[in-house]
């Protein structure tokens, strides 16, 4: 059974660039999440999807975006790209959101920010 | 808000040595706890849980009790090994033990030396 897919794996953009990042969940997975692992802050929630909604969102501005097919898989997006927002991505799908459905995380895409 | 501190690290530990790595929170309500470890090159991996006060996670020989009185949910494993050098993460929901919405530690690094 393969696991969570992240592409691309890493990335280098530009200062005000916008990036996409995609998350492919293990299959029948419907629940997608993702955050932001850095040396400074370590890992912070950004979204949470489930059938395509958002659930829950976490303080980040507003440049960051995501949002989830029919499909189950999962997009983020960050424009007008900044130093800070380098860092490795990481995805995690579940069956769905309930209290006794593990979590599986993906390798992650390290975006660096020039 | 709810919050993770977890011991700063690296930890290095010979091979057999006894493991403990702190882990207090702050949170309101009744948080579910957990521990994930991420071994080099790999994703996140969900290492044990605990539910509610005074459940005792357990997984490969590690350990932890949910102390609600003391706020901790240290790791601990009696005999350690080289396999098990890895980053590991305290992390907490609020979110009815949904794992879709975790608050992370910072992490620890262990070392093992043969």
């Known amino acids: 059974k393969a696991g969570v897919t992240q592409t691309p794996r890493y990335l280098i953009k530009t200062r005000g660039q916008q990036v996409t990042l995609s998350c492919s969940p293990i299959s029948g997975h419907r629940s997608v999440s993702w955050y932001q692992q850095t040396p400074g802050q370590g890992l912070q929630f950004l979204f949470e999807y489930f059938s395509e909604t958002q659930r829950n969102k976490g303080n980040f501005p507003g440049r960051f975006s995501g949002r989830q097919f029919s499909n189950s898989r999962s997009e983020m997006n960050v424009s007008t790209l900044e130093l800070g927002d380098s860092a490795l991505y990481l995805c995690?799908?579940?069956?769905?959101?309930?209290?006794?459905?593990?979590?599986?995380f993906g390798q992650g895409t390290r975006l660096t920010v020039v | 808000g709810d919050s993770v501190t977890q011991m700063e690290g690296p930890v290095t530990l010979s091979e057999e040595a006894f493991l403990t790595i702190n882990c207090t929170y702050t949170a309101t309500g009744y948080p579910s706890l957990f521990w994930y470890v991420q071994y080099p090159g790999e994703g996140l991996q969900l290492l044990l849980k605990a539910t509610k006060a005074d459940d005792k996670g357990s997984n490969k020989g590690f350990e932890a009790t949910y102390r609600k009185e003391t706020t901790s949910f240290h790791l601990e494993k009696g005999s350690v090994q080289v396999s098990d050098s890895a980053v590991y993460f305290c992390?907490?929901?609020?979110?009815?033990?949904?794992?879709?919405?975790?608050?992370f530690g910072k992490g620890t690094k262990l070392s093992v030396k043969p």
């Open positions: 992390a907490l929901t609020n979110y009815g033990g949904s794992q879709g919405n975790l608050i």
């Open positions: 995690a799908s579940s069956l769905d959101p309930g209290a006794n459905t593990e979590a599986f």
